[in-house]
């Protein structure tokens, strides 16, 4: 094989030049602290919130509205653990779908130890939260509701617009997980109606280290980190001025670029999906296939171990994933598959595809070519294959 073939864009994209070129004075000529009120603080002040105005366009929102922190996982974790305790007085229960990420469930979950009550509601075996759930599961000491917008695994995106409506007309502040759709989507905030925003720049070629939570204006919560003064007191430490710049960059391209990336990306996606289902028995296609990510593909192919396709795969030159980022590490089957119905046997015999904008057709064509000789190996060591 001629060339890497990376289709694990969901767990990190690649720096775009244009991205890196605004980012390099920043590590060497212009090193200066935000806070400092000399002539090069000054200028990675106005760096920092020109990258702020640019990442708010993107998604919809005033610039104040925006927090700049390290990483999605800080910024989901600000927003559940955050907003929980600035509402405590009102009550203590809060409510998440059972497909989040890692960083919102496990997060719940500490609140929980702390005496926090987490109602968790389900999804359908397509992946979808029903707002119905949502209106049934608020109570009168609820203080948010958190649902993802867009499964980080199966890649289905939920009716966000009527769940957000149905937490307002509660009452409730609604916080939403859009690490996988902003910058990949149209994400506007005021048209969905949420209260609080995940994203991060790693989803749409910009730096890793990056993220950003939106809080509509009025929406409390505190820091979980102490210290400083930095972003208006409500998130301390030094800020990375040379990935803050790469996002508001790339949060800029993406606005410009993303309905022509997407309509490369899309048609690729189905060529895969449907090219690995017709070459490859007893292959399930998990979330839904109309309303997903643009560039997402999660299977599971029954008497195969997804750890084993991986490594196989890689050895072709193929990159993908057996789950999510945070999952393949883990001896444990997905949640988020488990929350959707998949027997545990056929989820641990999942893999991810998910393109990006250097996906070609001959990368399809390879993937196509490889993949069915590698299953057919596999199932003829495998114990549980009947074929």
Partial sequence: MSHTIYLDNASGTRLLDEVFEEMRPFFTGEYGNPSSIHTAGATAKAAVEQ??????????SKSEELYFMSCGTEANNTAVIGAARASAKKGRHIVVSSIEHASVANAARALEKDGWDVTVIPADSNGFVDPGDVTRAVRDDTTL?????ASNEIGTVEPLK???????EKGVPFHTDAIQTAGVKPVDVDDLGVD?????????YGPKGAAALYVRKGVRFHPILHGGVQERGRRPGTENVPAIVGFGKAAEIARRDMDARNARIIPLRNRLMSGLESAIPKLTVNGDRISRLPGNLHVSIEAIEGESMVYSLAKKGIMAASGSSCADKTLKSSP?????GVDPALANASLLFTLGIDTTADDIDVVLDVMPPIVERLRAMSPLWEG
């Fill in 162 to 168: 009527d769940i957000a409506t149905a937490a307002r």
């Fill in 145 to 149: 509701v958190s649902v993802i917008h």
């Fill in 196 to 204: 609080m925003l995940t994203l991060s720049a790693s989803s749409f």
């Fill in 336 to 340: 988020v598959l488990a929350a959707i």
């Fill in 51 to 60: 990258a702020r105005e640019r990442v708010a366009s993107l998604v919809g």
